[in-house]
């Protein structure tokens, strides 16, 4: 409803709201205070809102920080990972082309043809009982 009054006609006041409208209790002297003072920040106050602000601003850029960091790292081992496993698939089909090039019967061939080389005869298989290690050594005692 519009407060400006068109014409030379006073508004008319409704005096049934009014009265039927509930009484506004009094407030103490001690509420009144309380309020007040509640209205005004003291200058300690504010320093301790500010400390306050900058210790939580200081918190969350490092947690932010802390995050990005976490990303980074994360995308580094992904990439290292990745090389990896680049390299071990290189170096498998490396193995592959070696293994696929060696000719035995060649081998065979030259070692007992041009070196001399003969099938181990009964006497000369010995057997012994591993330790676990991966190889053993054989120390000749000069027989």
């Known amino acids: ?54 210790v939580a601003g200081v918190v969350l850029i490092g947690y932010v920080k802390l995050q990005a960091d976490i990303v980074a790292l994360t995308e580094q081992v992904a990439n290292r990972e990745k090389y990896l496993n680049n390299l071990k698939v290189a170096n498998d089909e490396n193995l592959c082309r070696i293994e696929s090039s060696i000719d035995l019967e060649e081998v065979k061939r030259v070692a007992i043809g041009e070196l001399g080389m003969t099938y181990p005869e009964e006497g000369q298989i010995i057997m012994f009982q591993s330790s676990g290690y991966d190889y053993v050594r054989k120390v000749d005692s000069g027989n």
Do not use: D
């Open 1 to 54: 409803m519009s407060n400006y009054n068109y014409g030379s006609t006073a508004r008319k006041i409704n005096i049934q709201r009014e009265l039927e409208a509930p009484a506004r209790k009094q407030q103490s002297h001690t509420t009144r205070k309380n309020r007040e003072r509640a209205k005004h920040m003291s200058f300690g106050y504010v320093l301790f809102l500010l400390a306050t602000f900058l």
